[in-house]
Antibody, heavy 120, light 109 residues
């Protein structure tokens, strides 16, 4: 059974930092790009970042570039998102998603998400 | 790049068909065949239902179908069932980003 289990969310003050983790199992983690997609409560999906299967390429949404860093440990089947200089606009559920290519690129597997709340 | 444009809501009666549109630009939807669709029920993770514009993953009902014309992709759900009531999101790949639509809430009357 495929599982993506996010952790590390919580309440943080504006300007603070948080590190999210996503532990993967049940699929060939090292052959998938991994992404973070966030969803503000009651709102739509917003792509945040993607890291290539090998970890040598990373991509970021304009809204988080320079503040967030994505990384992965293929020996632990885990992807991370280091979030710095957080603002209220970063408050959201953060889902990790496994991206692959067969006919086009798509997010094949999703986690339930971890909630990040930025508030004083 | 801006998000893709979807209608905020659609509705239909059981047994009917509905179509959700997803409009992008010639830099995303119009140029890549990497349009995918996701279904999300309240409190759950998004679920892939269409990839590569018109392909269904194993286990997804044949009542879901996708298409694309120019810069607009579409998701059609035929034979509506109560369990189809959910939020639906389209997504398009670009070389450096991924884009999502704002989401469409489907109500089954």
């Amino acid at each position: 059974e495929v599982q993506l289990l996010e952790s590390g969310g919580g309440l943080v003050q504006p300007g603070g930092s948080l590190r999210l983790s996503c532990a993967a199992s049940g699929f060939s983690f090292t052959t998938y790009d991994m992404s973070w997609v966030r969803q503000a409560p009651g709102k739509g999906l917003e792509w945040v970042s993607t890291i290539s299967f090998s970890g040598d390429r990373t991509y970021y949404a304009y809204s988080v570039k320079g503040r967030f860093t994505v990384s992965r440990d293929n020996s632990e089947n885990t992807v991370y998102l280091q979030m710095n200089s957080l603002t209220a606009e970063d408050t959201a559920f953060y889902h990790c998603a496994a991206r692959t290519y067969t006919i086009g690129w798509y997010f094949e597997y999703w986690g339930q998400g971890t909630l990040v709340t930025v508030s004083s | 790049q801006s998000a893709l444009t979807q209608p905020a809501s659609v509705s239909g009666s059981p047994g009917q068909s509905i179509t959700i549109s997803c409009t992008g630009t010639s830099s995303d939807v119009g140029v890549y065949n990497s349009v995918s669709w996701y279904q999300q029920h309240p409190g759950e993770a998004p679920k892939l239902i269409i990839y590569g514009v018109s392909n269904r993953p194993s286990g997804v009902s044949h009542r879901f179908s996708g298409s694309k014309s120019g810069n607009t992709a579409s998701l059609t759900i035929s034979g509506l069932q109560a369990e189809d009531e959910a939020d639906y999101y389209c997504s398009s790949y670009t070389i450096t980003t991924s884009l999502f639509g704002g989401g469409t809430k489907l109500t089954v009357l």
